[in-house]
């Protein structure tokens, strides 16, 4: 049985591959790079080798490279989703097989494994670890001869052994930086060199433009002015950075891709320099170093030029790892500067109930003992903050928002949840999170809020009622002027008959209202008509508008229907509605009444009666304000009329509605109830 690695970070690839080949003649291998195949590789496990890369730039052909060199014999077939002629002759030049492009096509994947089995002949030769000097070579310039200088392998050993004392400043990117380059001049005695690199973004505030994520800016150099290197930088889009991006290995000033561009000789040139060596970190290009040649005036041979690569391979890994911790650490400083600055108080507590952080808010609500040292124990916390805490680490479940009231502090509230910290796919925590919100003072602005907007609800009541009542008042005040001097003039006692009655009226109204509107909601519970009570109403809402032409028309033909609930407090509520009604058209005013029997959302049957007069409307403002307290179009009245219906209605489990109409049409007052109320009944 034969072997296929693939290589992919997607395992949908492998699969693909699987299902296609006969699993009795092939066994499939997936893994996601060369690193993590290299046990395969070096064994020789590996038949064939099928890779799901990206042609379109370098770092798919690095891969190639890196393959080759650890499985020289093995064929590769390279599926690429995009693919260009000049990256896929890169790709044939270091040794792959078949080029193919995405989608997967089993039965020419057969085809070709059956073709490498049967003609073996075709198989790639192995690539020489390193070319020597005698060969040809891309490094090589044109039409000069490179001294055959070579580095052997006591050398070799002796600069890797050195080179790991760079790692001193493996956090320290400048420092490492210079130190390699004085490595580089002490080993092979290098005269000018210049190191220029592709910064990433800083943490979390730091955006790039485009043209600042292309640029490469100076890091490092010796033998070169600082002052040039302040004011000069090259980039991934034109000149040496271009090149490089573009090749993927190293450029030559004399060589025929350098001399047919202008700006690379330019830059060779201000920098005083030979050849460029890119700095790969295994997905792209982070930097660009540049170099003359030796004190002595020789130019650096390919053996030595070699070396550098794969040194700066190395520096490249190691600057990315630099740039990752940079930007880990500034990001971590960055929230522990946000949880300690904010109003909230936070708390993380591990498994071991050790806090890990505390930030100040936390030490200020919770730290009373340890105020000295600044710090905060798990002792410290509240007993029962602290049981909330053990509780989400050994059930791994969230606590929500709740309520916690310090015995210690009366007054003092808190709105406080528990979060647990879960890493991997680790079924328990690693820490909890604990979050309180001081309400203290939001509650006390509530409590003060709402006793004012009562303060403004008393003074605006007494305001209305005093206006009212003073109304009311007025023609009796007047008769009372006159009583002792025309007592016996029939006609006064009349007028002062009429007087009264209306003052009664509108009094005895205003104590109605106040009564249903200081009720708890519990009614007396009796059985009548809707039809009977609808006259009452009407009959007590012409005492306050008596017009002789009003009328009061039933449109519904439907059986009588018998409601349960509180009488005298329905009447009250319809007499409102009634009364809003009759001074839409004080002249002749008409209301029509008419209601059905429907099934509410719970299926319970309601009654929904509607009122309706023959005025000129509610305006779209007014309609939205009517039920408010304190609402009212006319200058007499406390404008309470619809809040005490509303509030009679909600009190009976039914609503007050009023449905929108054109402008100018006849105003609707809608009023569901049920037709069975419940057995005590509350708002």
Not at 178 to 198: D, M, P, T, V
Not at 525 to 536: I, K, M, P, R, T
Request: proline share 5%; glycine share 6%.
């Amino acid at each position: 049985m034969k072997t296929i690695l693939v290589l992919s970070t997607h395992p949908d690839f492998a699969d693909s591959i699987r299902s296609s080949v006969n699993p009795e003649q092939y066994r499939v291998v997936q893994r996601l790079g060369v690193e993590e195949a290299e046990p395969l590789l070096t064994h020789g496990l590996a038949t064939v080798c099928i890779l799901d890369i990206d042609l379109m730039g370098v770092e798919g052909v690095w891969v190639i490279e890196r393959l080759r060199r650890r499985a020289a014999k093995v064929p590769i077939i390279a599926y690429t989703s995009f693919s260009q002629s000049e990256w896929e002759e890169e790709a044939f030049l270091n040794g792959v097989t078949h080029v193919l492009t995405k989608p997967m096509r089993g039965r020419l994947l057969n085809s070709l494994l059956e073709r490498l089995w049967n003609e073996p002949a075709h198989r790639p030769a192995p690539l020489p670890p390193a070319p020597s000097p005698s060969q040809a070579s891309l490094f090589r310039p044109v039409g000069q001869e490179i001294p055959t200088r070579t580095v052997n392998e006591s050398q070799t050993l002796d600069m890797l052994r050195d080179f790991s004392s760079i790692l001193t400043h493996s956090l320290d990117a400048e420092g490492m930086l210079k130190q390699f380059l004085h490595f580089l001049r002490e080993i092979l005695s290098i005269n000018r060199a210049a190191i220029f690199l592709n910064r990433p973004a800083g943490p979390l505030t730091e955006v790039l433009s485009p043209e600042d994520s292309r640029r490469l800016r100076s890091a490092a150099a010796i033998g070169l002015s600082s002052g040039l290197l302040e004011h000069f930088e090259l980039s991934l889009d034109s000149g040496i950075g271009n090149q490089l991006s573009k090749l993927g290995r190293i450029l030559r000033r004399d060589s025929d891709e350098a001399r047919a561009d202008a700006e690379v000789q330019k830059e060779f040139e201000l920098l005083s320099s030979q050849v460029a060596v890119p700095i790969p970190d295994r997905e792209s290009i982070c930097g660009v170093a540049v170099f003359d040649g030796r004190v002595t005036g020789e130019p650096l041979v390919n053996a030595e030029l070699e070396l550098i690569f794969h040194l700066l391979e190395q520096v490249g890994l190691a600057l990315r790892n630099i740039w990752l911790h940079d930007q880990l650490a500034g990001n971590h400083a960055m929230m522990a500067d946000v949880l300690r600055e904010l109003g909230s108080a936070c708390i993380v507590v591990g498994r071991d109930l050790k806090v890990l952080h505390a930030n100040k808010a936390a030490r200020r609500h919770f730290g009373r003992k340890n105020e000295r040292t600044g710090g905060l124990e798990f002792s410290d916390i509240p007993q029962a903050l602290g049981a909330k805490i053990y509780q989400v680490l050994k059930t791994g479940a969230a606590i929500g928002p709740f309520r916690y009231e310090p015995e210690n502090s009366p007054g003092t509230i808190y709105s406080v949840s528990v979060v647990p910290f879960q890493r991997g796919n680790s079924a328990m925590p690693v820490s909890a999170l604990l979050t309180a919100d001081d309400l203290t003072q939001s509650e006390q602005l509530q409590h003060l809020e709402v006793e004012a907007a009562n303060l403004r609800l008393i003074k605006n009541m007494a305001d209305r009622l005093a206006h009212e009542i003073g109304n009311a008042m007025v023609p009796l005040s007047t008769h009372q002027q006159l009583l002792a001097e025309k007592f016996k003039d029939k006609e006064f006692r009349d007028s002062l008959d009429r007087a009264m009655a209306d003052g009664v009226k509108r009094v005895t109204r205003l104590l109605n209202q106040m009564r249903f509107l200081a009720r708890d909601g519990r009614f007396e519970q009796e059985a009548f008509a809707v039809d009977s009570l609808l006259e009452e109403a009407y009959q007590e809402a012409r005492k306050h508008q008596p017009a002789e032409s009003a009328q009061l028309k039933f449109e519904n033909s439907g059986k009588p229907v018998v409601i349960t609930g509180d009488r005298s407090a329905l009447k009250h509520a319809l007499a409102e509605v009634m009364l809003n009604a009759l001074q839409a058209n004080p002249k002749t005013p008409i209301i029509g009444v008419r209601w059905q029997t429907m099934a509410g959302k719970d299926g319970a049957q309601n009654i929904e009666i509607e009122i309706q007069d023959n005025g000129s409307g509610f305006t779209a403002e007014a309609a939205d304000k009517v039920p408010s307290p304190f609402f009212t179009t006319r200058n007499v009245g406390l404008g309470l009329g619809l809040t005490v219906s509303q509030k009679i209605i909600e009190t009976h489990h039914g609503r007050l509605e009023i449905p929108p109409v054109q402008a100018g049409q006849p105003a609707i007052v809608r009023i569901v109830l049920p037709i069975e109320q419940m057995n005590s009944t509350g708002v």
